[in-house]
């Protein structure tokens, strides 16, 4: 296992990275956002965590982490003060930008590790478009646990409340991470009275374009009361596990 | 219930339309694609279906339906003849600039009917967009039964496998519509040998761009061998009734 | 001559495109708009006679006919309700990515049949375009007779007032096509009283943005109601004869 | 009659703009383009006249003529040394933002003087445009004399035969303005031996991107050999007359 | 002096941001990039100063600062490995929409915290859109001292040899601040042998778009081995202390 | 040395051009633009001046000269009657189409003569862009002499004021050159009252977006009332031999 200074890239200098490309060629690139996660997690929560799980990721597999991208997509939460967007071809932009520069050094094999469900639409667009003007196949994955994705199996274990922003999950893996979170202003997410039954109704089956404003008085989705330092040890390690054993199979493609 | 012909916006005069709008605003624009479907259906089925769902809905609720737009969002089909890709760019372009041009005329509640999976990013792009620039909401839904969707319950009882593309179930809604499909030639969608273990065991849980010769030969997913006109009934009344449902309360709206 | 199943490409599977192309490059691409035509035709009579004339054409050449793009520019008719626009550089780019799209898979020879005069600068553009970033001649014409393109004896000897939209021509020519015309109630186009002298006078040798509302009170030009279905005949048969014999000679190239 | 230097708005300082402004809200603009013209003249032909046209009726009317444009589009003339081509959208820009910051300052009346025929559809874009984002009409015209334009008696007379690019009609023109034209090298327009009978045959009913190192050797259609400064000098005055004429209208709207 | 969390308004949560915005309107918004420093100093050191003054910073003045962007305009450092770059409309883009976000919440006040050189162009541009496009006024500054800059004494003081990247004065505030740097791996900036004469007489008279590896071996310009820790502390507390009294003085407007 | 006529490109036919493409590969490109300059000079004064030294050179060197841009950057200068201003982007575009244009014929050292300060970062971001793209270098530099740039020997003898713009230097040029200048109409440039002591303080520490209206109340900086014909002289004359000889040089490379 490395020390955590040398998996960082961009703490490294540019002869120690080409030292690293003589024999490598995957980098994980953490991507996240900064904006509310309800009244008792800090803005950056999604690119800290997409940080913290890519330097977790990073020691155990020796590979290269990229500087976060800080910012991402989030005009949905611009309804709560300190909540920053780009707009969506900006942010497609940068992550195409930053993977053709990985690309011109060498590396071969890049990993979005991504922090924010509302970044997914932009880096779909952004791997699909790599894949015509390069014909390089770029990686995209979730860095929180899910109940379909990596620590599938914890998840449904540990987590009684779904919700999917600044829930009891996310609270927990913050809390575990050593997130800012100021525990005791956690909100159960409700939503606002004027929610009306007929959105309500129709929320699976009918898109549209929602602000969270709209739907949760608090910013938060779900129950983050619920969540638990041990909880998030549980999930961090699930996934931190799990991603690893990913990236060493990927060494192997 | 009003014939055919007056519920195709495309089909009335001007002052027609004047008078349609002087008591409604509703008005339902199919969206569809260009694609191969497999080695038995025709490639404009996605668009075929988004027409002859709205068209549907509309004779029972009156309401108006704006011409098809026949080529989607399908980079990922390329690799079979006969496939058209606008991209994502000019698709979200052309969904804000018909729904913009409805809106000036009075339109107040757009439904896009949306009959292609590849669609679903470029729509909800448009209509995040648009709710930004003009303060309107544009809903969007699936016109294909889904089992997280419309007509979920009668999926759950009439198809046994899944897939997506050119499967069971859009074979046998296609059978019941009166598409041009060619049974004796579908087959069950297996991938190339040239699809990796890596790649499968993955596929859930980290993204990448997937062209769909790289996982079917045939061009389907699923086993639309097992489809059946009388199967593609019970979907399509039960989607078309609950779309309806979803219609008559939007009016009230 | 071909069913007319057979010529339409997008009622095709993609094996039976790809079995076309062995033998075959050449493909028509219809273009048409949804907008006002007068008191008295249907809003998609550029779309419609588009791809009425491909079809024909089609079946007598035994060539295919790719799916009609239903909306074009038409900032012009605005005014009137149910006109649909798309932004110029918006259809410059849906012609090209069609266009290059039927390329990829083999098509060498496409021709764009046009309903609608007012994409004749959207086309061109991407005609040159085209030709720039591909090497690739892409033929364009329109498929109305005109007195200086196509049918032009015909139309000298039937037609006795001008016009150019939803005027005696179009309205002869739809009426034969089976075209949803409400005859009784056309009106020959007049404009309103505010059209100053100072405008009429220099219509021809100044140019400046123009909108239908302007000038005409009804929406058409000319006196549609010289129009008969006899003098369609004439002309849609006139029409699809000469632009076959090009088709015929553009197979020899 | 005022003196030549006093009708160019660039050869003004701030403070007599605002002068002319307090009274008159007429502009001339006048753009062209830089391209071959045959071989015998010299390729800033449009921007010359489109510039000296502007004079003779600035002087005659009293309003400003803005700079020339002396960049036009131009990419079917690449083929010959020396051309200089914008894209369509910058162009489309350039005219865009020129009428933009004259109206900013109070110009009302724009008068976009062309003296480059491959610009009317850069032009017709900019000013359907500039009316949808401003509200505001600018006209456009070609300053060369046409036979369905200004001067068309005159060229009726005086011209016999076409061509349109570096012909009679110009290269007379160019003599009487004084343009730097090398008249013992001009030579007939005639097609290289490559041009098929085939595109011969369609050339004015079926439209394609043409470059004109295709169909003319020299550069020039028509017959420029038949020029005179005497044709010339009758055309240019008739243009001049026939446009102040406008002008002088247009100050009374 | 507040601590440290406290003035990283992504540190915050909503509810707090709130409460700092109902008596301030001031936002620091660091801007650096990742590339290449020299042999010898870590590759985020552009980020890492701009972030680590930006600190400072507020901590004297109590202002919030803004996630730090760290991606920035640099293809000049791309012949060096590890250096990303995004295009120069990309990076305009990131800035306005920081910035128009922060502005929605209330912020008023927003200065651009610079850490690059190479992004001056993209922030003044920024800058000038921002004004153009919202009526505000957003400032922006260099974060090291610079001899026409802020701590011009102290520079004109402490640091012999000139340079501009990773030099004498870069290395000596990053000594200071902690920074990664190998500083036994420092080599003075010589231009490799393949720099004509030519190039080196016009540098200063003549600009062409120049690569680092076009005029430096070791990524140095100037003489980082002349940098010490002690001449940072000057450096470093002077700028620190002229940015505070601006930012106090900024309060006051 | 040859004559006037024979060094403007524009005044060439293409067969001229192809000779002089046969054995010279050096072409200059004047580009100024069209705004204000103080009370007393025409606002074409940055066109007109690179323009006028190109010519120079040219006569002296041989080399052709482009058509100059007469518009440029100039935003900041809106706010006085008869600036036109081009966008940022619209700029860059047409410098590279303009640059690529001339590359395709042959054209292989390409030198920007800029007669105005806010064009440099347009040309910058153009340079670099057609850099990349094309691989090749193109050149430029300010045709007025400067204290850092061409004739900073004689600038320093011969010039008291500083200032920018239409100031003593600018004005001392224009009257050798033989602008229209309105002499006795030149004032000293001063702020206006409302420019704030807050902002004159950081004017080089700390960028914002300035417009001239608000720092000059004449459009001038510094004092153009001690200009003369004389010192014009010897600056043009200087910048003159200067520039001249490094296109000597570039030949040779």
């Known amino acids: 296992m490395k020390s955590m200074r040398e998996v960082l890239l961009y703490k490294l200098t540019w002869p120690e990275i080409r030292e690293y490309l003589k024999e490598n060629d995957i980098v994980l690139f953490p991507t996240g956002s900064t904006e509310q996660h309800g009244k008792h997690i800090a803005e950056d929560n999604d690119a800290f965590t997409a940080l913290e799980i890519s330097k977790r990721v990073a020691e155990k597999t020796g590979v290269l982490v990229a500087p976060v991208m800080p910012f991402g ?14 707009s969506f071809d900006t942010l497609v932009n940068v ?78 893996v913050g809390l575990y ?9 956690a909100e159960k997410g409700v939503p606002p009275e004027s929610l009306s039954n007929f959105h309500r109704k129709y929320i699976r089956r009918v898109s549209r374009a929602v602000d969270f404003h709209e739907i949760t008085v608090s910013g938060s989705l779900g129950d983050p009361t619920l969540a638990s330092k041990e909880k998030g040890e549980k999930l961090v390690e699930a996934v931190v596990d799990e991603i690893t054993e990913f990236i060493e199979e990927l060494k192997k493609q």
């Open 73 to 86: 997509y989030s005009p949905h939460h611009m309804g709560f003060p300190g909540t920053i967007t780009l």
């Open 95 to 172: 992550y195409k930008e930053v993977c053709k520069s990985l690309m011109k050094h060498g590396f071969k094999k890049i990993v979005i590790m991504n922090g924010h469900g509302g970044n997914t639409n932009a880096i779909a667009e952004a791997l699909r478009e790599l894949k015509e003007e390069t014909g390089m196949t770029v990686y995209s994955l979730m860095v929180f646990p899910t109940s379909t994705g990596f620590a599938a199996e914890v998840v449904k274990e540990t987590i009684k409340t779904g919700g999917g922003h600044a829930d009891e999950m996310e609270t927990s």
């Open 177 to 185: 991470l050593g997130q800012r979170i100021l525990f005791e202003r």
